[in-house]
C-alpha cells in the first residue's frame, strides 16, 4: 500500500470547517483513500472513502487532486465532539486486509 | 447487534502470567482482525480470519501470541508470559468481504493492557 504523508496537528475553531490534507504521491490506480478518526480511548471509527471523485455523506467530504495524489478531508462545522486524530490511508479496495496506520494528524477543535 | 464488542475494557496483569482477550464482531461479518496500538502511535495489524480460518499473521505476532476463531463468530486473542512491552491497546475489528470499494471496517473500543 502507498505511504501517506499528514500534519502531526492542527487546530480549528468551533463551528468552522476543518481541512485535513493527506498528500498520497506514490498511490496506485487501483488504490482507495480511507479516513478513520481516533477520539481518545476508543477505537478507530471509518468516515469516508474515494477512488478519483469526491465524496461526500453525512459525516464528511473528501476532496481528490485530479492526479490523486493528495487528498483533503473536510469537517463542514466542526464541533469539539471533532477533537481527534485523523488517519488518512490508501489501500487497495477489498482484496486488502491489512489498514496501514501512520501516525495521523491531531485535529483540536477550539472553542 | 450495534458494533464490535471487546471484553474485558481493561486488563492489569503480572509479568509472565497468560491473558487471553475476547472479540464479538458484527454477526454478519465474516472477516475479524486483531491490531495492538502503543501510546502515540496509529494501530499495528496484528492477524485476520476469513470465517475461522486464520489467514494472515504479522511479523509482530511471537509465538506468545495466538488467536481463535473457532466457529466464524467470536474471536479470542491469548497472550502467555506476558512481557512489559506487550502494555498496550489491543483492537478488534470486522467487515465483509464485499467488492473493491466497499465500507472501511468497524473497530471496537480494546483492550487496554497493562503488565507490571
Known amino acids: 500500500d502507498a505511504k501517506t504523508t499528514q500534519p502531526t496537528s492542527m487546530d480549528c475553531a468551533e463551528g468552522r470547517a476543518a481541512n485535513l490534507p493527506c498528500n498520497h504521491s506514490?498511490?496506485?490506480?487501483?488504490?482507495?483513500v480511507y479516513w478513520y478518526r481516533q477520539i481518545h480511548s476508543q477505537g478507530p471509527q471509518y468516515i469516508i472513502h474515494?477512488?478519483?471523485n469526491n465524496e461526500t455523506n453525512e459525516m464528511a467530504s473528501l476532496i481528490i487532486t485530479e492526479d490523486r495524489k493528495s487528498s483533503t478531508l473536510i469537517l463542514p462545522h466542526a464541533t469539539l465532539r471533532d477533537t481527534a486524530v485523523y488517519y488518512c490511508?490508501?489501500?487497495?479496495?477489498?482484496?486488502?486486509?491489512?489498514?496501514?496506520f501512520g501516525k495521523g494528524t491531531k485535529l483540536s477543535v477550539i472553542p | 447487534d450495534t458494533g464490535v464488542s471487546q471484553d474485558p475494557r481493561h486488563k492489569i496483569t503480572k509479568r509472565g502470567q497468560n491473558v487471553t482477550f475476547r472479540c464479538d464482531p458484527i454477526?454478519?461479518?465474516?472477516?475479524l482482525y486483531w491490531y495492538r496500538q502503543t501510546l502515540g502511535q496509529g494501530p499495528e495489524f496484528l492477524t485476520y480470519?476469513?470465517?475461522?480460518?486464520?489467514?494472515?499473521k504479522s511479523r509482530l505476532l511471537s509465538d506468545r501470541f495466538s488467536a481463535e476463531r473457532p466457529k466464524g463468530s467470536f474471536s479470542t486473542l491469548e497472550i502467555q508470559r506476558t512481557e512489559q512491552g506487550d502494555s498496550a491497546m489491543y483492537l478488534c475489528?470486522?467487515?465483509?468481504?464485499?467488492?473493491?470499494?466497499?465500507?472501511?471496517?468497524?473497530f471496537g473500543s480494546g483492550t487496554r493492557l497493562t503488565v507490571v
Open positions: 475489528a470486522s467487515s465483509l468481504l464485499a467488492p473493491a470499494g466497499s465500507y472501511g471496517y468497524t
Open positions: 506514490t498511490i496506485s490506480g487501483n488504490e482507495y
Open positions: 474515494g477512488l478519483k
Open positions: 490511508i490508501v489501500r487497495v479496495g477489498a482484496g486488502s486486509y491489512q489498514l496501514t
Open positions: 454477526s454478519e461479518h465474516n472477516r
Open positions: 480470519f476469513q470465517n475461522e480460518a486464520q489467514l494472515e
